[in-house]
């Protein structure tokens, strides 16, 4: 008997607990982001939040700025699922301080990263090349396709915030003094290029890159260790600042890379938003999705749909067992 009545305990529970998701989720707005990772995760939350929670979850288009604005000032949308927040570090502290936005977690586990960057095979074959010494005392590898004499090293292209902390690393490192001339690739996607024609020859190559993006989850790329650690004041006060006369080494610092919701929600919504401050995504899986979505020119809706289909074993960890269990059934019918 007393077993009988455990056993009903735990089915009521089971069911008031699915039953309170939905009463209490109802219609969410989601900031669809106008870059692959951002919609990819937008995507990812509308389906869970739908299937999972019951929420009637709807997608509007955003962007970092005018999306966190309107989250701070106007109390929509709902949700920011994937907001780089030291872009707009200011605006962030003001809602938080005016209690109408609170931070569920982190989007991606291990922030966003930048750093000099050299193809996997050339450290398989010269471990001495992860390190910044090594690569300086070996100049002559990255051969200058026009300036036989110097090294190549790819910057950050013009009228990017990057070029500003790249060409200040790059006179840091005394790169010059070393022998490498700064090859501005002339736009992301010739940046991007040339890792990819390097690594379809097999070639040196050494420059600046970031993640996560869909380069490094198709190509093999290891981080250079610069010997200095990270300094967050000199990367903030000098290395990030384009009037910086005097740059000091360090790596770069990760990048705060956050999901964002109303103070409204988060509290009419207290499991939606559990699930929220639960899912996270690493940079290496990451890399690797974004390279499906480019490999196979998919969407966001697309992407998030064979994030689903391919990948229960990360999103499943994200959720309870009974709103796991609706989610799988839902994905039966994708």
Same mark, same amino acid.
């Given at each position: 008997?007393?077993?009988?009545? $455990? +056993? !009903?305990?735990?089915?009521?529970? @089971?069911? #008031?607990?699915? %039953?309170?998701?939905?009463?209490?989720?109802?219609?969410?707005?989601?900031?669809?982001?106008?870059?692959?990772?951002?919609?990819?995760?937008?995507?990812?939350?509308?389906?869970?939040?739908?299937?999972?929670?019951?929420?009637?979850?709807? $997608? +509007? !288009?955003?962007?970092?700025?005018? @999306?966190? #604005?309107?989250? %701070?000032?106007?109390?929509?949308?709902?949700?920011?699922?994937?907001?780089?927040?030291?872009?707009?570090?200011?605006?962030?502290?003001?809602?938080?301080?005016?209690?109408?936005?609170?931070?569920?977690?982190?989007?991606?586990?291990?922030?966003?990263?930048?750093?000099?960057?050299?193809?996997?095979?050339?450290?398989?074959?010269?471990?001495?090349?992860?390190?910044?010494?090594?690569?300086?005392?070996?100049?002559?590898?990255?051969?200058?396709?026009?300036?036989?004499?110097?090294?190549?090293?790819?910057?950050?292209?013009?009228?990017?915030?990057?070029?500003?902390?790249?060409?200040?690393?790059?006179?840091?490192?005394?790169?010059?003094?070393?022998?490498?001339?700064?090859?501005?690739?002339?736009?992301?996607?010739?940046?991007?290029?040339?890792?990819?024609?390097?690594?379809?020859?097999?070639?040196?190559?050494?420059?600046?890159?970031?993640?996560?993006?869909?380069?490094?989850?198709?190509?093999?790329?290891?981080?250079?260790?610069?010997?200095?650690?990270?300094?967050?004041?000199?990367?903030?006060?000098?290395?990030?600042?384009?009037?910086?006369?005097?740059?000091?080494?360090?790596?770069?610092?990760?990048?705060?890379?956050?999901?964002?919701?109303?103070?409204?929600?988060?509290?009419?919504?207290?499991?939606?938003?559990?699930?929220?401050?639960?899912?996270?995504?690493?940079?290496?899986?990451?890399?690797?999705?974004?390279?499906?979505?480019?490999?196979?020119?998919?969407?966001?809706?697309?992407?998030?749909?064979?994030?689903?289909?391919?990948?229960?074993?990360?999103?499943?960890?994200?959720?309870?067992?009974?709103?796991?269990?609706?989610?799988?059934?839902?994905?039966?019918?994708?």
């Amino acid at each position: 008997m007393k077993s009988l009545i $455990l +056993i !009903s305990a735990l089915l009521l529970s @089971t069911a #008031t607990h699915s %039953v309170f998701a939905q009463a209490q989720c109802g219609k969410v707005t989601i900031a669809d982001m106008n870059w692959s990772s951002a919609s990819l995760i937008a995507n990812i939350d509308r389906f869970i939040l739908e299937k999972g929670y019951g929420c009637d979850a709807q $997608l +509007i !288009s955003g962007d970092t700025m005018p @999306t966190t #604005t309107s989250m %701070v000032e106007k109390g929509e949308p709902d949700i920011a699922p994937e907001l780089w927040s030291n872009n707009v570090k200011e605006l962030i502290d003001r809602g938080l301080k005016d209690k109408r936005i609170i931070i569920a977690g982190k989007s991606l586990s291990d922030g966003g990263e930048e750093g000099f960057w050299i193809p996997k095979y050339m450290v398989d074959k010269d471990p001495s090349l992860k390190t910044i010494e090594g690569i300086k005392a070996k100049v002559k590898l990255f051969e200058h396709h026009e300036n036989p004499d110097r090294g190549a090293f790819y910057g950050c292209p013009a009228g990017w915030g990057c070029q500003i902390t790249s060409e200040n690393l790059f006179r840091a490192l005394k790169l010059q003094q070393a022998g490498f001339e700064l090859v501005d690739p002339g736009s992301g996607a010739g940046l991007a290029g040339s890792i990819a024609r390097a690594y379809e020859h097999s070639e040196p190559w050494f420059g600046y890159y970031w993640a996560p993006t869909a380069i490094l989850g198709k190509y093999k790329m290891v981080k250079v260790d610069f010997g200095s650690g990270i300094n967050v004041k000199e990367y903030q006060n000098c290395i990030s600042k384009a009037d910086c006369t005097d740059p000091k080494v360090t790596m770069y610092p990760p990048s705060l890379v956050q999901t964002v919701t109303t103070r409204d929600f988060a509290k009419g919504s207290p499991l939606a938003f559990t699930y929220l401050s639960k899912r996270s995504i690493t940079n290496k899986q990451m890399n690797n999705l974004l390279a499906w979505m480019e490999d196979n020119q998919a969407d966001g809706k697309t992407a998030a749909e064979n994030f689903l289909i391919e990948h229960e074993e990360i999103w499943a960890q994200w959720l309870p067992q009974d709103v796991a269990n609706k989610v799988k059934s839902a994905v039966k019918n994708l």
